[in-house]
C-alpha cells in the first residue's frame, strides 16, 4: 500500500513553460486534492476533486488546470509557468469525512 | 471565511518536558474537524491528532493531546515528555463539514525545536 504518491519530487522550469505534476493513490478514495506550501505559510488549496470527472476551485487556482478521469489519479497542470509559481506542492486524499493523507510533495522552481 | 491563526511563529522546550501550541480559527459553522499537521525536514505533512467539534471530550494519541474550547474557538496542542523526534514544524488546520469537505484551511505553522 504505496499510500499517496507525487511525481517529480524536484522540478525546475523556465517562465512561460506547462508542466504536469503527477498525483495518485492507491487507497480508493473519494476526494483527492492539491495545496502549494510558500515559505512562512500553511498550505493554500488550488484545487479539489470529490470523485472521477468532478472537480472544483479551491483558494488559489489561478493558472493551474486540473482533470479526473479515474479514481486513482489527480494530475495539476501549469499552463504557463510564472516565478510567482514556485512553491512545494502537496497532493493529498480523504474519504469524504476522513483525515487527509498527504503525498512527499513537489518542490518547483520557475526560473 | 474561515481562518486559522498560529501565533507562535517559534517554540522551543527541553527535552523531556512539556510544550504546547497554541491555535485559534474563526468560523460561523458549528459543526467542523480540528487536526494538528507536522512537518519534519522531509517535508512530509504527518497527522498528528483530530478532533470532532461535536465531541466535548478531548483528543489523546499517546504523548499528545489538545485543550479544545469550542466557545472560545481555541486548540491547544500538548505535547508530553518531549523528544528529539518531535522537533518539527506544526499546523492546525481546520475542515468545515457542511461546505467542502475537502477544504482544509491551515495556520502559519510554528516551528518546535527540542533541546537536548
Known amino acids: 500500500n504505496a499510500g499517496v504518491t507525487q511525481t517529480p519530487k524536484f522540478q525546475v522550469l523556465k517562465t512561460g513553460q506547462s508542466m504536469t505534476l503527477q498525483c495518485a493513490q492507491d487507497?480508493?478514495?473519494?476526494?483527492m486534492s492539491w495545496y502549494r506550501q510558500d515559505p512562512g505559510m500553511g498550505l493554500r488549496l488550488i484545487h479539489y476533486?470529490?470523485?472521477?470527472?468532478?472537480?472544483d476551485q479551491g483558494e488559489v487556482p489561478n493558472g493551474y488546470n486540473v482533470s479526473r478521469s479515474t479514481t486513482e489519479d489527480f494530475p495539476l497542470r501549469l499552463l504557463s509557468a510564472a516565478p510567482s509559481q514556485t512553491s512545494v506542492y502537496f497532493c493529498?486524499?480523504?474519504?469524504?469525512?476522513?483525515?487527509?493523507?498527504f503525498g512527499p510533495g513537489t518542490r518547483l522552481t520557475v526560473l | 471565511a474561515q481562518t486559522v491563526t498560529q501565533s507562535q511563529p517559534e517554540m522551543s522546550v527541553q527535552e523531556a518536558e512539556t510544550v504546547t501550541l497554541s491555535c485559534t480559527y474563526d468560523t460561523s459553522e458549528s459543526d467542523y474537524y480540528l487536526f494538528w499537521y507536522k512537518q519534519p525536514p522531509s517535508r512530509q505533512m504527518i497527522l498528528v491528532i483530530r478532533q470532532e467539534a461535536y465531541k466535548q471530550q478531548n483528543a489523546t494519541e499517546n504523548r499528545f493531546s489538545v485543550n479544545f474550547q469550542k466557545a472560545a474557538k481555541s486548540f491547544s496542542l500538548k505535547i508530553s515528555d518531549s523528544q528529539l523526534g518531535d522537533a518539527a514544524m506544526y499546523f492546525c488546520a481546520y475542515r468545515p463539514i457542511i461546505q467542502g469537505a475537502q477544504k482544509l484551511v491551515f495556520g502559519q505553522g510554528t516551528r518546535l525545536t527540542i533541546n537536548p
Open positions: 487507497m480508493n478514495h473519494e476526494y
Open positions: 493529498a486524499s480523504s474519504y469524504q469525512f476522513g483525515t487527509q493523507y
Open positions: 476533486s470529490v470523485g472521477a470527472g468532478i472537480t
